[in-house]
């Protein structure tokens, strides 16, 4: 039976990984969008959130900013809301990352890279990036590849 990543590993590219790098200082960083979907109960709600790692993969901060609900959303202010955060970082490269899997919670929300265990003895771990579940990590975990 597989076991969960120590790490797992995150390529950059044009889609949901267009924002992940090194800092000029060395540390690792992943600007996303995460959010809870709409519901018949509920509006959903919208976040940005930038993830900030030590050189070795370990979360050091999460800065998470609550935009509100999807139908509320002013557009222009929310891509200027990103790119203050991701300006923020100075310099950056943008390459792949690799970072230990974490959990943290804001607004009430749970927000991270949440290990799952197997459904049954056929099945291995993953890896999702809530809240959202966009990007999902299987083994092997140094491929750097996900699914959305």
Known sequence: ?????????????????EHIGRTADGRQFFLTTPFVPATDDSPGREF????????????LEAHIDDRGTRD???????????????????????CRIEVEPFEIERFDTIFGLVPRPPEDEDDGWWVELHPGNYM???EPWDSGEYDS
């Open 1 to 17: 039976m597989s076991k969960p990543p120590k790490k797992i590993a995150i390529n950059h590219d044009d889609d949901h990984a």
């Open 48 to 59: 940005i959130a930038l993830f900030l790692f030590d050189s070795h993969g370990r979360l």
């Open 136 to 138: 999902v990590f299987q």
């Open 72 to 94: 509320k959303l002013d557009h222009k202010r929310e891509r200027a809301a990103y790119n203050k955060r991701l300006a923020e970082l100075g310099p950056v490269k943008y």
